[in-house]
């Protein structure tokens, strides 16, 4: 305004720093949210461009399961079991956000380039999670790269949008000073606007990418998988005694029942059309299988039981399947074994590898297998095969989404856990469990049951003893091979009270298992299932 002597009045405009200040907690918190989120959408969007990129969420999973301690791992599965790797990824996507959040609300209040800065670290952590390291590729940078660009964007536009707008004088002959007039305090609807527009195109534009992976979705070509029948089929199973025995764990584990270690946080996309297996190392002759070669192979139909080494006793990581292949000895003989080769490695796709010694061609059913209880292979048990040895923990020997079968020595190579402090040889120990009955029964006649297994030796004998009393022998269901679990079972009258039921069995050897306790690290857990029954009167 001008007085009556023609003198200007100035109206001093507000300070980036004073409308910094005026930024409330929630409009930062909101716009690290949107910006995090922005950023994830297009790392999947990029992701669904190439078989080769994967998800930035799906790397970082990776390289923190690579770099995790043993004990953190052990610890992992007996809280969280086959659900470990929803909890991993939950876990990534609740420290990005409060990461995000915190950024947020620095950008906001005046300091971008904290937040650019951080955006960056976003991108290059990611990117190196994805370019570095197990199962990566150097292309495989770009999903990363591409949301710590779009995140930064967002941090600086979330900032910009904390500028107070102007608006021109309603006197066109105004000064300057007095031309441009801020609009009272922040526009909250304009931000609640651009930021709710800017997480609907996210959440489009990532639904659109995690689409887009889908085409290269392995399950779709295992839709159209028909194994051949083997030439050594096995007979019908006999009756289940678990059809009549409530609780009591099947003779055949079914497939959605069946327990998933691994290293793996999405499983590998495997196309039939690429797909080679390898036998490569010391041996005579290098050769390289199509999935179709292999399937002309004579195949052979095997009942085994296979167990993953952090099985605590009385665990459920174990499980009893019926698997169609090929013989890992036969196979092996047709690229012939050099005489200083000691260990088979098993390589897979995402190239985890697993060790175990050429001593195991003993004999035993080792298979390169491709069938599961009359199907082909699922995706997450392995799919489109995987090697199967009894007797051997999973940790060395039973690599899925197989791609390279080396022939290698121990003093050379070491297998993906073995340098994480896990025993390089792993033999399976025997065991036993209760399955039935629960810990909170009512008085009368019940069943006490479980399985048993020793792979490769079998199982002669189950006993229970109830309350430190003598040990029972208990009845033992079809033995369906000396590689598979049996069930048992006794029959037991409950009276009131507290209860201590306890089992252990005898394997093929006429050895019974031992009672001392011992951990699942480095080479496989000991002791006897024992559990406490409490019997309403």
Not at 178 to 200: D, E, H, K
Not at 270 to 284: A, F, M, N, Y
Not at 322 to 329: A, N, T, Y
């Amino acid at each position: 305004m001008a007085d009556s002597a023609g003198t200007e009045q100035s109206i001093a405009l507000p300070s980036a720093e004073s409308s910094a200040a005026r930024v409330p907690l929630w409009w930062g918190i909101l716009t690290g949210l949107v910006a995090a989120g922005a950023g994830l959408a297009a790392g999947e969007l990029v992701a669904g461009m190439s078989r080769q990129l994967r998800s930035p969420i799906v790397s970082v999973g990776d390289r923190v399961i690579d770099l995790v301690p043993k004990g953190l791992k052990e610890w992992a599965i007996r809280s969280f079991g086959t659900s470990d790797k929803a909890v991993l990824i939950a876990t990534i996507f609740v420290v990005i956000a409060i990461a995000a959040m915190i950024v947020g609300v620095v950008t906001v209040r005046g300091r971008t380039d904290l937040g650019i800065a951080f955006a960056v670290l976003f991108g290059v952590l990611g990117g190196s999670a994805s370019g570095i390291g197990r199962n990566t590729k150097v292309i495989g940078v770009l999903p990363s790269l591409a949301a710590g660009v779009v995140a930064a964007g967002v941090l600086v536009y979330g900032h910009r949008l904390t500028k107070p707008r102007t608006r021109p004088s309603a006197t066109p002959a105004a000064p300057v000073a007095q031309s441009m007039l801020p609009t009272a305090g922040l526009n909250r609807r304009r931000f609640l606007v651009s930021t709710g527009g800017i997480a609907v195109a996210a959440a489009v534009l990532g639904s659109a990418g995690r689409g887009m992976q889908g085409r290269f979705n392995t399950a779709l070509e295992r839709v159209g998988v028909r194994l051949p029948a083997p030439k050594t089929s096995l007979p019908p199973l006999p009756t289940d005694p678990a059809v009549t025995t409530e609780g009591l764990s099947p003779l055949i584990t079914p497939i959605n029942s069946f327990f998933r270690i691994d290293t793996a946080l999405s499983f590998p996309n495997v196309s039939l059309k690429s797909w080679r297996l390898r036998i490569t190392g010391l041996v005579d002759r290098e050769r390289a299988y199509t999935y179709d070669e292999l399937l002309d192979r004579e195949l052979i139909e095997r009942d085994i039981t296979i167990s993953c080494v952090s099985n605590e006793v009385g665990g459920g990581l174990v499980g009893n399947a019926r698997w169609i292949g090929c013989r890992l000895d036969d196979l092996l003989a047709d690229s012939g074994i050099k005489p200083e080769a000691d260990q088979i490695m098993g390589v897979s796709v995402d190239e985890f590898t697993a060790g175990f010694p050429v001593a195991a061609l003993d004999g035993r059913d080792c298979i390169v297998a491709f069938g599961m209880n009359g199907e082909a292979l699922p995706v997450k048990n392995g799919f489109p095969a995987r090697l199967i040895v009894p007797g051997l923990y999973g940790y060395v020997s039973a690599t899925k989404w197989l791609s390279e079968i080396r022939l290698t020595r121990f003093d050379t190579e070491e297998g993906y856990w073995v340098p994480r402090g896990w025993s390089a040889l792993a033999p399976v120990k025997t065991q036993s469990r209760i399955d039935r009955p629960g810990t909170n029964i009512a008085a009368g006649t019940v069943a006490i049951a479980g399985v048993a297994w020793a792979p490769a030796l079998g199982i002669e004998q189950v006993e229970v003893q109830i309350n430190d009393g003598s040990w029972q022998a208990t009845a033992l269901g079809p033995s369906l091979s000396n590689n598979a679990w049996r069930q048992w079972w006794i029959s037991w009258d409950a009276t009131p009270g507290q209860h201590l039921i306890r089992c252990r069995a005898t394997d093929g050897s006429g050895a019974t298992q031992t009672e001392q306790r011992a951990d699942v690290a480095p080479d496989g857990a000991t002791g006897w299932h024992t559990i406490r029954v409490t019997v309403a009167g």
